[in-house]
T-cell receptor, first 116, second 113 residues
Framework: AQKITQTQPGMFVQEKEAVTLDCTYDTSDPSYGLFWYKQPSSGEMIFLIYQGSYDQQNATEGRYSLNFQKARKSANLVISASQLGDSAMYFCAMSPRPTGRRALTFGSGTRLQVQP | ETGVTQSPTHLIKTRGQQVTLRCSSQSGHNTVSWYQQALGQGPQFIFQYYREEENGRGNFPPRFSGLQFPNYSSELNVNALELDDSALYLC????????????FGPGTRLTVL
């Protein structure tokens, strides 16, 4: 079984500052993938970034980076230069590999509010 | 835009009724997964279809059933609706040879009265 824990129900950040959203996970699978999704109030789940458990380098996608610490079982999302449009719910998720054919397990989410 | 579409956008039903939700997957994707997201929670996996066969199921009762068609579009059927079935239903498409993610549609918001 897999478990994702997001301990920050809500976060505030000033526009243009960086913010880190925490995610810890637990799994017995030797190979797995970690994901972050953004969910605006409209409801659609928007894929942000992916990290494979055997990837040597931390994933980056534009202003998003994933701080992957395998020994600590953490996969924190870092958003640099926050924008007002970043205000949304953020979900950490994981699945065994191959990730395209396995169920995603989600955390409870963190609500990020970016203040001008 | 993920290319994944869902219909209808919103739906209101009464307890005991049946409902069918539809999902069209992204071009080239042969796997569809369905998730239920209750208010204030993360999505929960319902089941997944791969090449028209059920490929895994979460902790949902048999009154939740599905289909996948030859064009890889999919339906989620829920019988004997209960109040707790009120939620956002998300479908996600993926490819068995693509090692990154599942791409979600905009969701169907179901309200059971």
């Amino acid at each position: 079984a897999q478990k994702i824990t997001q301990t920050q129900p809500g976060m505030f950040v000033q526009e243009k500052e960086a913010v880190t959203l925490d995610c810890t996970y637990d799994t017995s699978d030797p190979s797995y993938g970690l994901f972050w999704y953004k969910q605006p109030s409209s409801g659609e789940m928007i894929f942000l970034i992916y990290q494979g458990s055997y990837d040597q380098q931390n994933a980056t996608e534009g202003r998003y980076s994933l701080n992957f610490q395998k020994a600590r079982k953490s996969a924190n999302l870092v958003i640099s230069a926050s924008q007002l449009g970043d205000s949304a719910m953020y979900f950490c998720a994981m699945s065994p590999r191959p990730t395209g054919r396995r169920a995603l397990t989600f955390g409870s989410g963190t609500r990020l509010q970016v203040q001008p | 835009e993920t290319g994944v579409t869902q219909s209808p956008t919103h739906l209101i039903k009464t307890r005991g009724q049946q409902v069918t939700l539809r999902c069209s997957s992204q071009s080239g994707h042969n796997t569809v997964s369905w998730y239920q997201q209750a208010l204030g929670q993360g999505p929960q996996f319902i089941f997944q279809y791969y090449r028209e066969e059920e490929n895994g199921r979460g902790n949902f009762p048999p009154r939740f059933s599905g289909l996948q068609f030859p064009n890889y579009s999919s339906e989620l059927n829920v019988n004997a609706l209960e109040l707790d079935d009120s939620a956002l239903y998300l479908c996600a498409s993926s490819s068995d040879y693509q090692e990154d993610t599942q791409y979600f549609g905009p969701g169907t918001r179901l309200t059971v009265l």
